[in-house]
């Protein structure tokens, strides 16, 4: 049987989402969120329970969770990249801020909504920083005048570039409390909870670690968690596999734009001999299939 792994959604859900791994979840969130939003508590509002479980590939296995205060948090892990990821966050977030308000209660009631995104793939290629924070600020000062919407993105992909890295070269690397949540998360079948180095060895992290060596699924649980890795990998494949037309439709592209611009030069060459050789603009225009125009100016220069 394969070692589990906690990038699939389903594992990710069962080890962070149930009542008595809680003290996992608050560790991760308050790895993520700053020092106004750390929890010491939290009720979760969709524990992982396998009576409600859908073996549906596409369904969203996410957390919800609430703060002693009624901020909301919602962690969801995604391995797969897919088309208008950023819209379906942002949607995320807002049913997560506006599923508070009950009949009759006012605006007032509503609390901070913090999406968290865990993602193995790289969203923002823009930025080298794997954790990224996005608010609604005002253009020119910068001011956070919307401060109930907060969405934080953990690109792993971007902390774990090289899959043949030594454990050694990665351990180095971790600096905070959020790095050791990364480590575990992508190289967890590299970490003995038994001897763990003195970088990683924290409860929270042996605990994570125990839990997934001796979670069980169900028959049912193990065929969904094996479909929802098969298609996961199915998913990557067709990405490397679109990723390498790309690249080679461009070399393509790069080789006849290349040789049109050979053929271009060599037209413009052939011109400018037929002008010190005295045959007219038209006949040249005619002859070579350039513009009049290219011709004239080629004349001048």
Request: proline letters at 2%; charged letters at 30%; aromatic letters at 8%.
């Amino acid at each position: 049987m394969t070692k589990i792994s906690p990038r699939v959604d389903i594992a990710f859900k069962k080890i962070f989402g149930v009542e008595e791994n809680k003290d996992l979840l608050i560790s991760l969130i308050n790895s993520i969120v700053g020092t106004e939003d750390q929890v010491s508590d939290l009720t979760l509002l969709n524990p992982y329970n396998p009576k409600h479980f859908k073996s549906d590939k596409l369904s969203i296995l996410d957390i919800k969770a609430m703060g002693p205060h009624g901020k909301r948090f919602n962690i969801e892990i995604q391995i797969s990249d897919e088309a208008d990821y950023d819209k379906r966050a942002l949607y995320y977030w807002a049913k997560l801020y506006t599923e508070q308000l009950k009949t009759s209660e006012d605006y007032s009631s509503l609390s901070k909504a913090i999406g968290i995104h865990i993602l193995n793939f790289t969203s923002i290629p823009e930025v080298e920083s794997y954790h990224n924070v996005f608010h609604i600020a005002e253009k020119n000062s910068g001011i956070l005048y919307f401060k109930d919407l907060e969405l934080h993105t953990i690109e792993l992909k971007k902390f774990s570039k090289d899959a043949n890295e030594e454990i050694s070269s990665f351990i180095a690397r971790i600096k905070s409390a959020l790095d050791l949540w990364v480590a575990f998360l992508t190289k967890h079948e590299l970490l003995n909870k038994a001897n763990l180095p003195q970088e990683l060895a924290y409860k929270t992290v042996e605990k994570a670690l125990n839990v997934l060596e001796i979670m069980n699924f169900s028959v049912e649980e193990r065929e969904a968690y094996e479909d929802h890795l098969k298609w996961l990998m199915v998913e990557a494949n067709t990405l490397k596999k679109s990723e390498e037309k790309g690249r080679a439709e461009g070399r393509s592209e790069g080789r006849a734009e290349g040789e049109i611009i050979g053929v271009q030069k060599t037209t413009i060459v052939i011109a400018a001999k037929m002008l010190d050789e005295g045959y007219s603009v038209t006949d040249i225009a005619k002859l070579t299939g350039l513009t009049t125009q290219a011709i004239l100016a080629l004349q001048k220069s």
